[in-house]
């Protein structure tokens, strides 16, 4: 069948408000800066106004996404920081730490730390050395449904 025909040519509307008043007889005596009050509108002259016609939505196909951008996410890379404890202290104090202070902590000797992803919490380990480097041996992976209670 032949593809339907185009819609009627809409006309434009002319929408009127009120016209400019005319100036006071006499000048004003005293010069202000002052702004305008928020009411104050300013005369606006005839105004041409053309509907617009929308597309009608659903006419467009979904995109067929290919498997292989699955590879291309597990590329992505991710902060990753392991926390061994936390403090609050008043920023008088920050100011005047000095070589040798010691920090406490909320954590006790042989604690688990935890493991932090782009500021959620993702795991719970130990603290192992391997090859002179920190590392974490994990003990605990945080279930999706638990870190949203346990964000960091």
């Known amino acids: 069948p ?7 040519p809409v006309q434009p509307e002319v929408a009127y408000q009120q016209p400019p008043q005319a100036p006071p007889a006499e000048p004003a005596r005293v010069v202000r800066n002052d702004p305008p009050p928020a009411a104050y509108a300013p005369p606006q002259q005839p105004v041409q106004v053309n509907p617009y016609e929308y597309r009608k939505l659903g006419e467009e196909q979904p995109m067929n996404i290919p498997g292989d951008n699955l590879d291309l996410l597990m590329s992505v890379p991710i902060q990753i920081t392991v926390e061994l404890g936390r403090t609050r202290k008043k920023i008088k104090d920050i100011a005047e730490l000095t070589l040798g202070n010691i920090v406490e902590l909320d954590r006790q000797a042989g604690d ?27 003990t605990e992976i945080i279930k999706v449904r638990d870190n949203s209670e346990q964000q960091k």
């Open 2 to 8: 032949p593809p339907p025909p185009p819609p009627p």
């Open 112 to 138: 688990q730390v935890d493991v932090i992803a782009n500021g959620r919490l993702i795991a719970r380990g130990d603290v192992v050395v391997v090859d002179d480097n920190y590392s974490v041996k994990i």
